[in-house]
């Protein structure tokens, strides 16, 4: 069944444009590797995994059209219900969208995501405002996203959208290395893990300003699984 046109600003979809607050600093971050510059980039999923960072929801940006479960793993939308939350300065306020405590400054980082529904998976910059405005994924210059569209793939920046004619996978991951200013969404193709492979939807290059933080844009009776490393 064909999937709505994403339209971050219908249907409390997706705004902005004031800072947001700053997240508490009683969760000490974890230190970074050491970036080594002049890597040729990965392009297998044995690679990327190499680079795998690991990843949990912050509720404290949830907008309240979403729900988060299995220990911060899990973003769903199943209904109008709206979740109990605090008002917080860091909260989405109209788009459904959430993202997650672990941001990328200085370094690369890889992640999977399992999904089911109309949603779009990316990052934002750190600092993006999340009260009004364009504040969806990929509807302005501090953010991107991707996600499939009912017969193809979409992948968005800056308010503009592009068609990616590549089969249906409900697993896509990201790679972001964010001195170089590269971000490319991938499907995760495969059924037993060891055979799984990566086919790139679209690779996108910038010149990153801000830490990156991962997120996710959760369309009605969807959801988006943050994946665990089982070679970990």
């Known amino acids: 069944m064909p999937l709505p046109k994403y339209d971050p600003v219908s249907n409390g979809v997706m705004s902005l444009p004031k800072k947001a607050g700053r997240k508490s600093k009683a969760v000490a971050e974890e230190a970074a590797p050491v970036y080594e510059p002049n890597i040729p980039e ?8 190499k680079y795998w960072i690991p990843l949990s929801l912050d509720d404290k940006t949830a907008q309240k059209l979403l729900w988060i479960s299995e220990n911060n793993l899990k973003v769903f ?7 109990p939350y605090p008002t917080r300065p860091e909260r989405y306020e109209h788009s459904p969208q959430a993202l997650c405590k672990e941001g990328l400054l200085g370094q690369r980082g890889y992640w999977e995501v399992d999904f089911e529904g109309w949603v779009v998976i990316g990052a934002v910059y750190n600092s993006m405002a999340r009260k009004e405005g364009p504040c969806g994924l990929g509807e302005n210059e501090m953010s991107w996203g ?3 569209a009912g017969s ?9 959208n592009r068609e990616v004619e590549l089969p249906y996978c409900n697993t896509l991951s990201i790679y972001l290395d964010q001195p170089a200013g590269i971000i490319k969404f991938f499907t995760v193709e495969g059924q037993g893990e060891a055979d799984r492979e990566v086919r790139l939807i679209h690779k996108f290059k910038s010149n990153f300003k801000d830490k990156i933080m991962p997120g996710f844009w959760i369309g009605q009776n969807s959801y988006c699984w943050i994946r665990k490393n089982v070679g970990q």
């Open 77 to 83: 939308r199943m209904s109008e219900e709206v979740c």
């Open 146 to 148: 991707a996600g499939w």
């Open 152 to 160: 193809c793939y979409h992948v968005w920046h800056n308010g503009e």
């Open 42 to 49: 990965p392009t297998t999923r044995a690679d990327l995994l």
